[in-house]
């Protein structure tokens, strides 16, 4: 029993993906003095460029990958995970040099200090593994006409597929403490519509079947020269970025809870990842 309870005040344990994974304590929780133990401090985390792991894509771009990263290091901040600058270090060490150089005055609670920027216990590597567009289609349409009044309508749906592959890395051992696939469809639909009525087919019968007089005959030329119609269309196209975004939302509520929550959301994204592989284990034909 007492080397059981020393293995557990040097390791704490977290289940991911059905494995029991040890950790060093020190990863969620630090010893601030000799006197206070056991005392909680939030991890940091930083978040580097983004890579394109789904080979080529003609919208992917150096900014694009920056911009991935940022948005991530918001969605992160906007849930209470601390994020340390690492995309912009070149204007945070910049405020600090105004400070050395006397430029800003170095006494005042504001100005900038050196040696006082927080580093990150966790890393969170990121990058897109896929992004395919098309890849389902669906379409309807109809159509009626009668005496020379009618319709037609047609509408249908495209989705696109994005896979995102995240990593959280203990900056001082090295050690991936957790991973998880994003994986989603954006849709995009339209719908057109579309009438029309003409008095000729109706006039035509009339003349044809009926005896009419010179006047009658003439009246019914002109009306059958009536014609109209309208027709109106919609289209609902979900943007990469807002469908990326809303993947990297998912990957952000994954990161708070592995670093920050720790508690049942494990099991929950467990469900999800088995529920995941099991659909893209399903989409192949084995032999």
Known sequence: MKLFSSSLALFGAITLGGQFIALPVGAFWDKKDSSESNAYVEPTVSVPDFKNKAGRLPWWSDQVSRQL??????????????????????????????????????????????????GAKFIILGGVSAYDEGVENKSSGKNQEFLGFGGSSSSGQSKAYVALDLRIVNSTTGEVVGSRTVEGRATSTFNQESSSRSLAPATGIIRRNFGVSRTTGLALDVAGTYKSGKSSSESNITPKSKAIRAALISGADYVNCVLVVRDDCIEEFKRKDSQRRSNTVNTLEFD
């Open 69 to 118: 990263a940022d948005v991530l290091s918001n969605e992160l901040s906007n849930i209470g995970v601390k994020v340390v600058e690492r995309q912009n270090l070149k204007e945070v060490l910049s405020e600090q040099e105004l400070s050395e150089l006397g430029i800003v005055n170095k006494s005042g609670d504001n100005a900038a200090q050196k040696g006082q920027m927080k």
